[in-house]
């Protein structure tokens, strides 16, 4: 089993920075992918960022020049950088995985989210 342990949400006023980061722990063999995605309120959940193991990035048009994905491999954890943030970046954001662990071939694991809300 993998275990996903998010942080770093909260309030912050428009054009504001917030960080998130999420640790992954378990019976991890491998890590394929990290990422981000978030779900405001009556939508569907959406692709924030994503990053393989080789550092290979990729973003939603709607994120592009302000977040930045990045993991560090040896604490097995990635990190969503937020800047110049927009309301409309108001949403649970869910920590994603796909990972091999000792017992289990690749799987999507996924965090318990963390509400970001941009508001002044």
């Known amino acids: 089993q993998v275990q996903l342990v998010e942080s770093g949400g909260g309030l912050v006023q428009p054009g504001g920075s917030l960080r998130l980061s999420c640790a992954a722990s378990g019976s991890i063999f491998s890590i394929v992918t990290m990422g981000w995605y978030r779900q405001a309120p009556g939508q569907r959940r959406e692709q924030v960022a994503t990053?393989?193991?080789?550092?290979?990035?990729n973003y939603a048009d709607s994120v592009k020049g302000r977040f930045t994905i990045s993991r560090d491999n040896a604490k097995n954890t990635v990190y969503l950088q937020m800047n110049s943030l927009k309301p409309e970046a108001t949403a649970v954001y869910y920590c994603n995985v796909r990972a091999r662990t000792y017992y289990t071939s690749e799987y999507n694991y996924w965090g318990q989210g963390t509400q970001v809300t941009v508001s002044s």
């Open positions: 990053i393989t193991s080789a550092g290979t990035t």
